[in-house]
């Protein structure tokens, strides 16, 4: 059984900085792709960032510069450092992660972790 365990978020002031952690166990194949979508309330979730087993990388237009995702494949565990926090940032945070079995993806993903950014 897959699970994803996200930590690392909370209360911080504009211009400040987060890191999330999002640790995969369970039944994962080495070729995946690990992510980090948010949701605000009201609004869609959107990918925020992406990083696959190869290391290639996929940063949100609005992220860029900003946050910067990476990942330890020894401990299936993606990192999503965030600076320069905005009150637009402020949502829910998700990790995901997707593979191949048998043909057929398959998508994880996390409880969600709040990050809140409010003076």
């Given amino acids: 059984q897959v699970q994803l365990v996200e930590s690392g978020g909370g209360l911080v002031q504009p211009g400040g ?4 952690s999002c640790a995969a166990s369970g039944g994962i194949l080495t070729d995946n792709r ?3 979508y948010r949701q605000a309330p009201g609004e869609q979730r959107e990918l925020v960032a ?3 087993s190869a290391g290639a ?3 949100a237009d609005s992220v860029k510069g900003r946050f910067t ?3 330890d494949s020894a401990k ?3 990192y999503l450092q965030m600076n320069s926090l905005k009150p637009e940032d402020t949502a829910g945070y998700y990790c995901n992660l997707d593979f191949v079995r048998g043909g057929v993806w398959n998508t ?3 409880q969600g972790i709040q990050v809140i950014v409010s003076s």
Avoid: A
Avoid at 17 to 20: D, E, G, I
């Fill in 69 to 71: 995702i990476s990942r």
């Fill in 50 to 52: 992406r990083i696959t």
């Fill in 76 to 78: 299936n565990t993606v």
């Fill in 108 to 110: 994880y993903w996390g």
């Fill in 17 to 20: 900085s987060l890191r999330l």
């Fill in 57 to 59: 990388t996929y940063h």
């Fill in 34 to 36: 690990m992510g980090w």
